[in-house]
């Protein structure tokens, strides 16, 4: 596919020139329909009629940041059809059935992600030269509109896949012994992540004392790339991010880590300059301004490799930043594709994302959550299964539901980024995040995932075995109503009766004795005991 887009693309070069050259000398303009407003609209002489949608058209709308996001439509009018390619942040597809004609149009295009296939469908117009299009991204919805221009007709081109290297296996860089804690911007800042927030989430970590719990990372995570690189090939930062040098010397100067992110592929998820072509540059970079944790996104990788190309891929970068005078916790993010945890060790990963992204809803945290069962043996001392990111504090769930889903997190030996505003956290917030009794079954140095070992209806029992014979038993209540739950050691694997525990949300320590322990647990709540 690569080759035909470059085949393409070098015919399209000549052509480009030649149009440029002419359109420069103005031979193109000549009065031609009229657009609502009775002005009459100049359109290129040399499409002969039908033909005026040929060409490359681009979307560009200005980001607060000093970027611009790009969308391409490369179109070839063919008889009564439309073909070409569209390309929209990290996506590409082709187009695959068109009606109508420049006056009037419909296109659908799609592309295959993976073993899924993703399809947009635009509706369009000329007026005058500007294509107009309209876009819904559900049926629903209604339509948002933009406005392309022509552009020369490589502008936006998909680069060619580039050579992988042969597989082996990176040695391990001997960090994140216990899981990754720290917090990442994306869940609650999006784009408006900025050096600012990033500098005050650093003070609150320290004056909340999550520093001091053990969180130490602060990870930047998507938006922070400048427009485009700079005349060496260096990635540069965009207006939200003046200096990452000194940002990452501030945040060292607080005694916690800084983290950034990346992409494989030629854009990130957001549609901003990803690390295509620029793996070793990039990782020297990162390592120079000081960080201690990259993100690597497939985003707009999905369109040059398949999927099962993921190893490679991640391995080449993984080198790159083991190559680095620094030590850099490695983060794989491909959303658990390619059954990530079988090779993700192998490609230098510290931990790797086990599926799509979080959201701050009940539904989303527990369909992650609870789904992490058969990965238990893919975790340990150094390599962890990564559900995503903690929602805690967010405001989409009740106090319930976050201690549910810390219990969750911490049972599975997940890495705790938290995904909150930590300059603003309630004292509720505070009292899930900050329960180190519960931070300790998260951070056990044995390194062992826990299981599921009882399910019926909504209730649930996973156990964590953890560091010198202690167990960590969390019973959950997936249902709707409060309910008494009856624990019957033999069915939960323990030979003989535990004397004593701890109940690590209560915050107090229980005497029990007798085959079963009788428990209430709320709504969407959580029972969570250390036993000795
Ligand atoms: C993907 C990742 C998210 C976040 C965004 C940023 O969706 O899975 O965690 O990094 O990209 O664009």
């Not at 440029?20 to 407003?37: D, E, Q, R, W």
């Not at 947009?120 to 030269?129: I, P, R, S, W």
């Not at 030979?495 to 647990?521: C, I, M, N, Q």
Request: with cysteine.
């Amino acid at each position: 596919m690569n080759q035909k887009i470059n085949f393409a693309c070098l015919r399209a070069i000549v052509i480009v020139i030649t149009v440029c050259a002419t359109y420069k000398s103005g031979i193109f303009v000549k009065a031609h329909g009229t657009l609502p407003s009775g002005r009459v609209t100049p359109r290129l002489s040399h499409a002969s009629k039908g033909q005026e949608l040929t060409g490359n058209w681009a979307v560009k709308n200005p980001r607060p940041d000093g970027t611009v996001s790009k969308q391409y439509f490369n179109l070839r009018q063919e008889g009564d059809k439309i073909r070409g390619t569209i390309r929209s942040t990290q996506f590409f597809y082709s187009i695959t059935d068109s009606t109508g004609d420049a006056n009037a149009f419909s296109i659908t295009a799609s592309m295959k992600d993976g073993t899924s296939d993703r399809t947009v469908k635009y509706d369009g117009k000329l007026v005058g030269d500007e294509l107009q299009l309209w876009t819904r991204r559900r049926p629903e919805d209604k339509p948002s509109e933009s406005v392309a221009r022509r552009v020369p007709d490589c502008e936006g081109a998909m680069p060619a896949k580039l050579p992988l290297p042969a597989l082996k296996k990176l040695p391990y860089n001997g960090l994140a012994k216990t899981p990754p804690m720290g917090w990442n911007s994306w869940n609650l800042f999006k784009s408006r992540v900025n050096d600012e927030i990033v500098r005050g989430i650093a003070d609150a970590m320290v004056t909340s004392g999550m520093r001091d719990a053990g969180y130490v990372y602060v990870n930047i995570d998507d938006t922070w790339e400048g427009e485009s690189r700079d005349a060496h090939g260096n990635i540069t930062t965009n207006s939200k991010f003046p200096d990452v040098k000194a940002l990452a010397d501030y945040v060292h100067s607080k005694g916690l880590k800084l983290g950034i992110y990346t992409s494989p592929g030629p854009n990130t998820c957001a549609g901003y300059e990803g690390t295509y072509g620029h793996e070793e540059q990039d990782a020297k970079t990162f390592a120079s301004w000081g960080i201690d944790y990259v993100k690597y996104d497939w985003c707009g990788a999905r369109t040059l490799y398949t999927d099962a190309e993921m190893p490679a891929v991640y391995q080449k970068f993984g080198e790159a930043l083991q190559k680095t005078d620094r030590q850099i916790v490695y983060s794989l993010c491909q959303y658990g594709r390619q059954d990530v945890w079988k090779w993700g060790l192998a490609a230098g990963g510290n931990l790797w994302r086990t599926t799509g992204d979080i959201s701050d809803r009940w539904d989303s945290m527990t369909r992650i959550g609870f789904s992490q069962n058969d990965l238990a043996p893919f975790a340990g001392v150094g390599h962890w299964n990564d559900p995503d990111m903690l929602e805690v504090g967010n405001g989409g769930m009740s106090a319930d539901e976050y201690r549910t889903h810390m219990t969750l997190w911490a049972i599975l030996a997940a890495p705790l980024l938290a995904g909150n505003d930590i300059r603003n956290m309630s004292a509720e917030t505070k009292s899930i995040l900050l329960n180190n009794d519960v931070i300790a079954i998260d951070q056990d140095k044995a390194g062992k995932q826990g299981e599921r070992v009882w399910q019926q209806g909504d209730q649930e029992i996973w156990i964590r075995e953890l560091n010198g014979g202690d167990r960590a038993i969390a019973i959950f209540n997936r249902g709707g109503a409060n309910v008494d739950v009856t624990v019957r050691w033999s069915d939960v694997g323990f030979k003989s009766t535990p004397k004593k525990f701890r109940d690590l949300w209560a915050r107090s320590d229980v005497k029990t004795e007798g085959p079963e322990y009788k428990v209430s647990v709320p709504m969407h709540g959580v029972v969570l005991l250390r036993a000795r």
